[in-house]
């Protein structure tokens, strides 16, 4: 007679193990220590065969006689049930109603995602991200890149993603710490996450082994604090303008030290975001670090050596186009050859085209320029509750403040090179 619930419910164990039918080769096995199992007996090519779908209650009798029928289905076409309902997830498919040929496709699906897992390699993956995220969305996809570029693919670009265990990209990410620093090592790793991050997303592998890569074991990063002293400027700029490179290289140099500003910023601005006659320049949200538009006060040096540039920029809508491509904006990039000349001929070392703000910054507050007004001309957040509720723009002040650091790279010039606020025209 077939089971029901309540007899089921009500077994209870003997000295051996017991069997209970419930008819169609399914039976209920009562062992003695008290747990129940669902048991399939049939015949296959002659032989006898045993498959267990689970143990009750876990698996209830009406799930247990759902299993059964697919699994004598499976009899009668002459395969074994564990060939196809062994998994977790086959069992819970049929008991939620689905036939074995849905299975089957579904099994068949995961063996192509694991095919395809198996031959996605970290350089198809790298390059996909790239091509889907970095270029659409970094101002300057390639330099960015770079880490990617010259420390991981070399060793990883054939390596399938699913066959890179953590310890391996752990040894990479030290090794390249060892050679090319902290700083260098910690962006690797960065890039590897993102990578991985976005193959998880699209089902390429499984596991991200940069995830479990602790960055602070890796190291941290030190702040530069370079900054040129009163002297060290004096030699930056007399050298730079006696270099043999390309003068508005040199001006754009000059600018960024006097107007304490990022390369890009420069080297992208159109002409349309100046106005000489207000002494303004207007860097859209879009070019800047912080995301929100900022206002450049532009002392009179600055006008004279961006109209100078705008003769050189041959009616091109860039400040600083390309040499041999006027609609297209330079790489900031391009100044670090003059950048270099200046700091060989001068005798500096260990400083950077960024580290200008650095010295605009010192520079500035020990001349008692106010706080606040010095790290809005720097476009940087406001510190505690004042930043918090202060918008103010500080226009005037940033103004009277870039003139007033104009004046002294002009004053510390050496004789030789000044007159006055034209020096400049006389290199």
């Known amino acids: 007679m077939p089971l029901k619930t309540i007899e089921i419910t009500n077994l209870k164990p003997k000295e051996k193990d017991y069997q209970v039918p419930d008819g169609n080769g399914l039976s209920l096995i ?14 296959l090519n002659e032989a006898k065969g045993k498959y267990k779908y689970g143990s009750f209650p876990e698996i209830s009798l009406d799930n247990a006689r759902k ?6 289905q499976l009899v009668a076409l002459g395969r074994n049930p564990a060939d196809l309902l062994d998994s977790k997830d086959a069992k819970q498919m049929i008991i939620d109603g689905y036939g074995i040929r849905d299975i089957e496709e579904k099994q068949a699906a995961i063996k192509k995602e694991a095919a395809v897992r198996a031959l996605t390699t970290f350089g198809n993956a790298a390059e996909k991200y790239k091509a889907e995220w970095v270029d659409k969305n970094w101002k300057d996809p390639d330099k960015g890149w770079s880490p990617v570029r010259l420390h991981l693919l070399p060793k990883l670009s054939e390596t399938a993603l699913e066959a890179i265990e953590v310890s391996q990209l752990r040894e990479l990410i030290y090794d390249i710490r060892e050679r090319r620093g902290v700083a260098v090592a910690l962006s690797c790793h960065n890039w590897a996450s993102r990578i991985f991050g976005y193959s998880l997303e699209h089902e390429f592998c499984k596991i991200n082994p940069a995830a479990a890569i602790k960055g602070k074991r890796i190291g941290t990063r030190n702040k530069r604090k370079r900054w040129l002293t009163t002297p060290e400027i004096r030699r930056y700029l007399t050298s730079l303008y006696q270099s043999s490179g390309y003068r508005g290289y ?37 070019r800047m670090k912080t995301k929100t538009d900022h206002w450049v006060m532009l002392p009179t040096q600055a006008i004279e050596m961006l109209q100078e540039l705008k003769t050189f920029s041959a009616g091109s809508q860039w400040v600083m186009p390309m040499p041999t491509n006027s609609n297209r904006a330079m790489s900031g990039n391009n100044l670090d050859g003059t950048h270099e000349a200046a700091l ?21 507050r020990e001349r008692g320029f106010p706080a606040e007004v010095v790290e809005t001309a720097l476009s940087h957040a406001i510190p505690g509750m004042a930043g918090n509720y202060s918008h103010a723009e500080y226009k005037t002040q940033r103004l009277v403040m870039l003139q007033s650091w104009a004046d002294f790279l002009d004053t510390v010039m050496t004789e030789k090179t000044v007159i006055q606020a034209t020096f400049r025209k006389a290199m």
């Not at 062992?31 to 015949?43: D, M, P, Y």
């Not at 299993?67 to 004598?72: F, H």
Request: hydrophobic share 40%; aromatic share 10%; glycine share 4%.
């Open 30 to 43: 009562v062992r003695k220590k008290g747990t129940k199992t669902w048991l399939f007996q049939f015949r």
């Open 344 to 364: 060989t001929a001068g005798n500096i070392v260990d400083y950077h085209i960024h580290d200008h703000r650095h010295t605009a910054s010192t520079h500035l």
């Open 67 to 72: 299993l059964n029928a697919a699994a004598r």
């Open 250 to 286: 040199k001006l754009a140099l000059h600018l960024l030290l006097m107007l304490a500003l990022r390369k890009n910023e420069l080297c992208n601005a159109k002409w349309s975001e100046f106005n000489f006659d207000k002494q303004e320049w207007l860097i859209p949200s879009g």
